[in-house]
């Protein structure tokens, strides 16, 4: 079992160019959420997702972040017009609920 | 944030010691998860918790539903220890989202 899987590991975006990131959940995993590690806000959650539909994205900023689970082997979150302050280490999470929560690696995104 | 407060901040200790951690919750925490994350980034898990105590070689967890409280003992601290811990609470309310503390950083000298 290779865990959970995201690419890329690091990211450098220009100030208004679209960043797209991938999610692979643990094989059997029906749960898939995402989360956003700053140093100034910690760990946040952003959105979550079981049997691939929506679930909760209270955590997403309304404009220009958006989400998708097309199929159960992936999801991605995808930031349009990327800001400074977007800058961060985005994690993804799998798990059979209501059980543990198992993190990937997680992407280090930074916006110039 | 404020929901979950983790303390203390940081700690420093003597390897072969014994040390505690704590969160306390301001929201109806139904289950409680406790995390390593080492110098790499990689958040691993070490506990899930219903109300109740967990043990795992060096370490124990407890969590209080009712008091609104979860700690981690670590007991004969190893420099593999060393990592920020991060408690994290799941609402029942809230489905199965996570609330994170701010973490612990603690270090294990020789």
């Known amino acids: 079992n290779a865990g959970v899987i995201q690419t890329p590991r690091h990211k450098v975006t220009g100030k208004g160019q679209e960043a797209t990131l991938w999610c692979e959940p643990i094989s059997g995993h029906s749960a898939v959420f995402w989360y956003r590690q700053t140093i100034v806000q910690g760990l946040e959650f952003l959105t979550y997702?079981?049997?691939?539909?929506?679930?909760?994205d209270s955590g997403m900023p309304k404009e220009r972040f958006s989400a998708q689970m097309p199929n159960q082997s992936h999801s991605t979150l995808k930031i349009q017009s990327t800001q400074p302050q977007d800058s961060a280490v985005y994690l993804c999470?799998?798990?059979?609920?209501?059980?543990?929560?198992?993190f990937g690696p997680g992407t280090r995104l930074t916006v110039l | 944030g404020d929901k979950v407060k983790q303390s203390p901040s940081a700690l420093s200790l003597q390897e072969g010691t014994n040390s505690a951690l704590r969160c306390n919750f301001s929201?109806?925490?139904?289950?409680v998860q406790w995390f390593l994350q080492n110098p790499r980034g990689s958040l691993m898990n070490l506990f899930y918790l219903v109300p109740g105590t967990k043990e795992n070689g060096r370490l124990k967890s407890a969590f209080d539903s009712k008091e609104s409280y979860s700690t981690l003992h670590i007991r004969d601290a190893q420099l593999e220890d060393s990592g920020t811990y991060f408690c994290a609470a799941e609402a029942g309310s809230a489905g199965n989202k996570l609330t994170f503390g701010i973490g612990t950083r603690v270090l294990v000298r020789p």
């Open positions: 997702f079981r049997n691939q539909a929506p679930i909760d």
């Open positions: 999470a799998s798990s059979l609920p209501p059980y543990e929560q198992y």
């Open positions: 929201i109806a925490a139904t289950t």
